[in-house]
């Protein structure tokens, strides 16, 4: 797969004791693909919303051996 478009919203310092990032399938495609991440800073146990990243993937073939590329 490669990057097709990607998009990184920082949206609050990540000032805590750790990071996590979930991601999920927005729209699934047979040759587009778009996810979304949202990375959350855990701080005196309240998690806070710190990036958004939205991105499309791009499906493609991967050339044979002794096919040009």
């Known amino acids: 797969v490669l990057t097709a478009e990607y998009k990184l919203n920082f949206v609050a310092p990540?000032?805590?004791d750790r990071l996590t990032c979930r991601?999920?399938?927005v729209k699934p495609g047979r040759m587009l693909t778009v996810v979304e991440a949202?990375?959350?800073c855990r701080t005196g146990g309240e998690d806070k919303l710190?990036?958004?990243?939205?991105a499309t993937?791009?499906?493609v073939d991967r050339?044979?051996?002794g096919e040009p590329a």
């Not at 710190?50 to 939205?54: I, K, S």
């Open 63 to 65: 050339p044979k051996p």
């Open 57 to 59: 993937i791009a499906h």
């Open 38 to 40: 949202k990375v959350m």
């Open 50 to 54: 710190v990036a958004v990243a939205l």
């Open 23 to 25: 991601a999920e399938i």
């Open 14 to 16: 990540s000032k805590g």
